[in-house]
């Protein structure tokens, strides 16, 4: 943001074809590898599509490179539980990259139950010149083997191979809501709406449960898990937020069950604004550490919050994403839209926070300026190499010219799903069964 906040050029856009979309081709998650060369997004239909950005070109080194599609598979089928006479959805619930350790690349993809270690590796050579096989690779007689030679690695045409390394499986009563890698690189957290289990990456037969908030009798049950997240530099420490808009933090030192938070951060309710949606909006859907490790951003329906881990009694600061909604709850409660999860995300400096709303709008606060701006991921406004407008919803009263009224927006067009590039100002928007990828306009000469 800064200079050019209202003015976004859009750098690449993956649209599937939409002339015919099915349910299967919503994307349900999208995130950027440690080093944003990759982005992977998983969709309802249990596919992973792996994007890796191109190389600057030599012609214009200034100019960034645009994402293509490097690898397409197929993370999860659907399942049947038998014993519950439930349908397991295929749908991909989370995809989180683990940090490189050699040239193979590794993420971990989560659905309602089973969460899978993927490895992605490149390959440009094939050895030839086999002694013991011949070219098909079938076995030679050995009689004919005469002389030994030195086989050779070949050029060859690129390939990118991605298998499946572990299956971490039964964990999971209820379904999972988020999974988060420690930074210790070796183990990893998984939560759904009443446990949240610790696993170590060697091994998949058995996990830890580290939180488990499921009542001797669940008709006592008041709050459900909605979130999760490991510190970016504490190995020990996590938080999770709740249905009540309460986030705790956790401590695993202290305990090898961490029922018993560290610290509550919770803001307590205005009673002038109690309604019978207090506790429905309150929800918080989703919790993220900035990369400092000093602050959490949070997401619940009608707002953005950041809280200092310093100060448990109110947030320092709360951002309205969509406030003109309030006198909507109703009908959204009709339709089922006021139970939409959506997600948050910091950029790289901390400085600039985004999250989704509906209409296809998505929203950026600067934090220093306190400037925000409404911007919009559709195709008649992002064409590519356009720069966006900053979209306006007007509640009554005069109309600018390009204003759009709160009863016209789209309440089936959502952003639910975002992702910040983890260095520079790059950003990812998954539109019902599209990806936006946005570049900030910085050299407007060399775009």
Known sequence: ????????????????????????????????????ELLATGDKGGRVVIFQREPESKNAPQSQGEYDVYSTFQSHEPEFDYLKSLEIEEKINKI?????????RALLSANDKTIKLWKITERDKRPEGYNLKDEEGKLKDLSTVTSLQVPVLKPMDLMVEVSPRRIFANGHTYHINSISVNSDCETYMSADDLRINLWHLAITDRSFNIVDIKPANMEDLTEVITASEFHPHHCNLFVYSSSKGSLRL??????????????LFEEPEDPSNRSFFSEIISSVSDVKFSHSGRYMLTRDYLTVKVWDLNME?????????HDYLRSKLCSLYENDCIFDKFECAWNGSDSVIMTGAYNNFFRMFDRNTKRDVTLEASRESS?????????????????????????????????????????????????????????????????
């Open 1 to 36: 943001m800064g200079e050019d906040t209202d003015a976004r050029k859009i750098n690449h856009s993956f649209l599937r074809d939409h002339s015919y979309v099915t349910e299967a081709d919503i994307i349900s998650t999208v995130e950027f590898n440690h080093t944003g």
């Open 96 to 104: 989180k990259w683990l940090p490189q350790q050699n040239a193979a």
């Open 250 to 263: 956790c401590d695993m030192r202290a305990a090898a069950l961490c029922d018993k938070h560290s610290k």
């Open 313 to 321: 009694a109110r947030p320092i600061e709360t951002y309205q994403v």
């Open 383 to 447: 064409k590519p190499r356009a720069v966006l407008k900053p979209r306006r919803v007007c509640v009554g009263g005069k109309r600018r010219r390009d204003d759009i009224s709160v009863d016209s927006l789209d309440f089936t067009k959502k952003i639910l799903h975002t992702a910040w590039h983890p260095a520079e100002n790059i950003i990812a928007i998954a539109a019902t069964n599209n990806l936006y990828i946005f570049q900030d306009k910085v050299n407007s000469d060399m775009h």
